[in-house]
T-cell receptor, first 113, second 115 residues
Framework: AQSVTQLGSHVSVSEGALVLLRCNYS??????LFWYVQYPNQGLQLLLK??????LVKGINGFEAEFKKSETSFHLTKPSAHMSDAAEYFC???????????FGAGTTVTVRA | GAGVSQSPSNKVTEKGKDVELRCDPI?????LYWYRQSLGQGLEFLIY????????KSGLPSDRFSAERTGGSVSTLTIQRTQQEDSAVYLC?????????????FGPGTRLTVL
């Protein structure tokens, strides 16, 4: 069985400040890990994915995440927040066969001017 | 190119009625997934198609839920005798399939409200 836990349901940051969203996973097999973003009334958009290649993964819009097996973590960061980063972010894990996604509960990011 | 499309975007129905939700995946994508997003349960996997077959239906919550896919393309999720707890956003996603690294492309969803 695979699952993810996102720490913090809400994160508020100032524009220009670091964004850090935490995700820990549980998996009995080498995991595939993903971060998705959801803007209001829209579907999910892939930010980045880890599929057992480089442990530091760079995604779209300046986001990156580091896979740390020893900590079972896959935290998402962005050095400088922009107002357009306000959205809900989901961490997800899948296996490498069916690829069905198990999502965390999500973290809502608000950006203060 | 065209992304994943879903219809209708919104559906309001009365308890006990049947509803059909449609998903048009990206052309050429062999894998198709349905998920449900609700306030109480978050994002949940419902069913996975590879081509027209559904090797994983483990997320369907009851036998009132069924889905099919035809021509390796369009999929329909059917909910019979809808209940208020079925109210949610139903998301469809497609993927190129094996070897693609699991990336799924999501549609905008169908918001179902059961009165």
């Amino acid at each position: 069985a695979q699952s993810v836990t996102q720490l913090g349901s809400h994160v508020s940051v100032s524009e220009g400040a670091l964004v850090l969203l935490r995700c820990n996973y549980s998996s009995s097999v080498p995991p595939y890990l993903f971060w998705y973003v959801q803007y209001p009334n829209q579907g999910l958009q892939l930010l980045l994915k880890y599929t057992s290649a480089a442990t530091l993964v760079k995604g779209i819009n300046g986001f990156e995440a580091e896979f740390k097996k020893s900590e079972t973590s896959f935290h998402l960061t962005k050095p400088s927040a922009h107002m357009s980063d306000a959205a809900e972010y989901f961490c997800a894990v899948s296996d490498s066969k069916v690829y069905k996604l198990s999502f965390g509960a999500g973290t809502t990011v608000t950006v203060r001017a | 190119g065209a992304g994943v499309s879903q219809s209708p975007s919104n559906k309001v129905t009365e308890k006990g009625k049947d509803v059909e939700l449609r998903c048009d995946p990206i052309s050429g994508h062999t894998a198709l997934y349905w998920y449900r997003q609700s306030l109480g349960q978050g994002l949940e996997f419902l069913i996975y198609f590879q081509g027209n077959s559904a090797p994983d239906k483990s997320g369907l919550p009851s036998d009132r839920f069924s889905a099919e896919r035809t021509g390796g393309s369009v999929s329909t999720l059917t909910i019979q005798r809808t209940q208020q707890e079925d109210s949610a956003v139903y998301l469809c996603a497609s993927s190129p399939g094996q070897g693609s690294g699991g990336e799924q492309f999501f549609g905008p969803g169908t918001r179902l409200t059961v009165l």
